[in-house]
């Protein structure tokens, strides 16, 4: 045993770090929702778009109409609020995603503390002047 710290095996080291890994299905999860979020939200957009040409939920700024001429023109005059709401929708949807995984991370995650830790000390400790 050595002097000042514990003895560890290689072996235990081993199954610590196979334990910190991410598992490979959620890193296929994360890759399928890194590629199906800014396909949904595109669709979304253009949902909300053909949607809002029917029943006028909201005005279009007609100052993000993209003209002949303009950056990233491609002969459709909303390209630029069809980005902005494409982002914004991504963005909430990321939002949505993590609040789910956090939810239900809280929900079936391990206690906090073990049978044999013990929660911190709630005590007021005062700075006192010398």
């Keep these: 045993m050595p002097k000042y710290g514990a003895y560890q095996r290689e072996s235990s080291r081993e199954e610590r770090e196979a334990r910190r890994q991410v598992h490979p299905i ?4 994360g890759f399928a929702l890194i590629i199906l979020i800014p396909m949904l939200s595109y669709a979304a957009t253009e949902v909300i778009l053909q ?3 029917i029943n006028q939920w909201f ?3 007609f100052d993000l109409v993209a003209k002949r001429g303009d950056f990233l ?3 459709d005059p909303w390209l630029y609020f ?3 709401l494409t982002i914004t929708i991504m963005l909430v949807l ?3 995603l993590t609040m789910v995984t956090f939810i239900i991370n809280s929900l079936f995650a391990p206690p906090r503390y073990g049978p ?3 929660p911190p000390i709630k005590a007021k400790v005062r700075k ?3």
Excluded: S
């Design 51 to 53: 949607q809002n040409a």
């Design 82 to 84: 069809k980005i902005i």
């Design 94 to 96: 990321y939002a949505v």
């Design 73 to 75: 023109y491609n002969g």
């Design 128 to 130: 006192r002047a010398r």
């Design 116 to 118: 044999l830790d013990a």
């Design 26 to 29: 959620w890193r296929g999860v």
């Design 59 to 61: 005005p279009m700024p």
